[in-house]
């Protein structure tokens, strides 16, 4: 058997030793060519140990001493573009995942999208690298997942509607004077997920959904008003896609990374994998569904508006809500800030075009400029 090569970026992340889990259990299939971090020189030194990737990337200069691996945000595209490399798990958080798809695609890899802020960011210019390299995206976000496996090779014009599940994080029953209060330690208090913290406050805020929407709409190339989302907090049913015939196919599995994970490496193929335990459907019950609380969460009506509007304004949504949940994070804003920053960064730069990746750049630092500025930072 072949065994094709799988470059990880973002190794020390929850999706990526998600990733790294599912693959020491699939060895017989699939071989860990490299690996990359951001700073966390530890793990990473624990991982090259066990796997022997042939290359091995840090992104952040100064941390680590072993003077094999390369260092610097260049790392990320070296990885992406070697030759014994098949696939490229992106799980990079933030923008600068961005160029590693973008260098993939055009070598004609196969990405394993985790690092969401590529099509959010730069979706046409992602599309016209897979075009001209012969690239391809697999999405690993659990509810993109769902929709690929429910679509299942139809034709677009088939699905009326996508509807994403959101599990409402920690924050789902709180009332709008409650979130004024919230911590830091409230916000990373998800009831379902494992995720990292970035990640896991945007779930609290819903930009991680209006992410998820914008990448839906590239993936999948369906206009916005065909796009929705509904509270499910259980977080079993990952996705629904609608027909035209009013049928309705969803994806269910329990909350872990390690199915959507292998399905990206997979698809669309799917494997014998005893890492996850068999689905209980009386155990997981009863699901619910609840409406989105837009008032409470501005962030996910903000994103949906920016994804709409097109040009820089999704790049201005993506870096104005990863520098506000950076301030946050620190101690620096209270948690309704994170939206009212972004909805300000939006006000001011969401007109600026977006046509080029120089643009793009632009537009990302102009909004992280009006953010730290916001608060003084």
């Known amino acids: 058997m072949t065994h094709r090569g799988v470059a990880i970026l973002g190794s020390t992340g929850s999706i ?6 599912v693959l020491a259990r699939q060895g017989d299939r699939f ?3 490299a690996l990359t971090a951001y700073r966390n020189a530890a793990l990473l030194e624990q991982q090259a140990a066990e796997f022997e990737p042939t290359f091995v990337g840090l992104v952040e200069h100064g941390a680590g001493s072993d003077p094999r691996w390369q260092r610097g945000p260049s790392c990320l595209t070296q990885a992406a573009v070697r030759d014994d490399v098949d696939i490229v798990l992106n799980a990079v958080v933030g923008s600068i995942g961005l160029d590693a798809t973008l260098a ?13 802020e590529s099509l959010v960011m730069g979706g046409h210019l992602v599309a016209a690298a897979a075009q001209r390299g012969g690239g391809e995206i697999v999405p690993v976000d659990s509810e993109h997942s769902a929709v690929l496996q429910c679509i299942a090779g139809r034709p677009g014009i088939e699905v009326r509607r996508i509807i994403l599940t959101a599990s409402g994080g920690p924050f789902r029953e709180w009332s709008r004077d409650r979130l004024g209060a919230a911590t830091v330690a409230d916000a990373l208090r998800h009831p379902t997920w494992s995720m990292g913290r970035k990640i896991t406050v945007d779930s609290a805020t819903l930009a991680n959904k209006a992410l998820e929407v914008i990448e839906a709409h590239h993936l999948f190339g369906l206009p916005y008003d065909r796009i929705d989302v509904v509270v499910h907090p259980q977080s079993i049913v990952h996705s629904f896609v609608e027909f035209v015939d009013g049928s309705v196919l969803a994806q269910l599995g329990v909350p872990t ?3 959507p994970v292998l399905y990206a490496l997979t698809h669309p193929d799917r494997v014998t994998d005893r890492g996850v335990p068999p689905f209980d459907p009386v155990g997981n019950s009863p699901l619910t569904f609840e409406s989105v609380r837009l008032d409470d969460f501005p962030a996910l009506a903000l994103g949906v508006a920016a994804g709409r509007a097109g040009g820089a304004a999704p790049a201005v949504y993506n870096a104005a809500n990863e520098q506000a949940v950076a301030i946050f994070l620190d101690g620096g804003i209270p948690f309704p800030e994170i939206s009212a920053a972004i909805g300000g960064a939006l006000d001011a730069f969401g007109a600026l075009p977006g046509d080029t990746r120089n643009a793009l750049e632009a537009a990302d630092a102009a909004a992280r400029h009006f953010v730290r500025a916001r608060f003084g930072c």
């Open 104 to 116: 993939a695609l055009e070598c004609g890899k196969r990405v394993a999208l985790a690092n969401k």
């Open 31 to 33: 071989r860990v060519s």
């Open 16 to 21: 990526g030793t998600t990733a790294l889990r």
């Open 257 to 259: 990374m390690e199915l």
